[in-house]
């Protein structure tokens, strides 16, 4: 696992709150928050794939959001932050922050991954 100097270094100021530091961009403000193209999401720090656009859908929320996360890639975290009960998500693989997951999305799952973009990287789908 990096340090975070070595993320200060590789992120901007802005993903480096966001992944490191646990902050939330403002809602709508995200570059996949309305990003429909098919491929995998990736965690910006370290690269490991955490969701797929299969599983991605608009909930109105403000920030990018998924039923499912790719199996074995999200930790799962008790947030009491801000006078509220929440599970924040994490990579597995690194801890960099992603956002929160909640039990108010869609079938099959009914779970909404509440995902900041600066937390995300994308990789298309190759069209072999």
């Given at each position: 696992?990096?340090?975070d100097d070595k993320y200060k270094e590789t992120?901007?100021?802005d993903a480096y709150q966001v992944c490191r530091l646990g902050a939330t961009e403002a809602p709508y403000s995200g570059k996949y928050y309305d990003h429909?193209?098919?491929g995998n999401y990736h965690c910006a720090c370290c690269q490991s794939a955490l969701f797929s656009s299969q599983h991605k859908f608009q909930s109105h929320?403000?920030?990018p959001s998924f039923?499912?996360?790719i199996e074995n890639a999200i930790l799962y975290k008790d947030d009491h932050s801000h006078n509220m009960v929440r599970v924040e998500i994490k990579c597995q693989q690194c801890d960099s922050h992603l956002g929160h997951v909640f039990d108010d999305g869609p079938e099959p799952?009914?779970?909404r991954y509440c995902v900041n973009s600066l937390?995300?990287?994308f990789t298309p789908s190759s069209d072999d």
């Open positions: 696992m990096a340090s992120l901007s100021d429909w193209l098919a929320c403000g920030w039923y499912q996360a799952t009914f779970r937390s995300l990287s």
